[in-house]
């Protein structure tokens, strides 16, 4: 399937890339474009937009996107739960809230830096993702 948002990637975008293909849809494709394009090219290529104004899988109630897609999709994972609160405070500026997301959301901007293509800076960054949650795996496992 493919899915689509706004070009310039940072922590949402990485973020809900990531928990797409590791969790919904291994075989999915992302597609980058301006914001004012994204419901041309969703109409056009059928692909379902997300982390986008307006979208279904965007921002709501103060969660980010990668929150609301966890819950549209009934993911349960007591650590992506934990993932899912860190990248909520990075991406909305709640960087005091968790002791991880400032540091977040500091590797997002140096990725940005580093991979100003958003295919590329995704692949680079997949990684990171892998890496925190399996640290989130290992702090739900000490709290049981």
Known sequence: ????????????????????????????????????QIEKVSRETGALAFDAPGVE????????????IVKVYGLKDPALLLLAGIVGCADTDRLADHPVAAGLEAIAVGFSLRYPDDSVNLEKQFEVYDSLYAWCRLEVAKRK
Do not use: N, Y
């Open 57 to 68: 899988l965007g921002h709501h109630d103060g969660d980010c996107s990668f929150q609301t």
């Open 1 to 36: 399937m493919k899915w689509i948002t706004r070009s310039h990637v940072h922590v949402d975008r990485v973020a809900c890339p990531w928990l797409i293909k590791r969790f919904i849809d291994c075989e999915a494709e992302f597609l980058f474009v301006p914001v004012g």
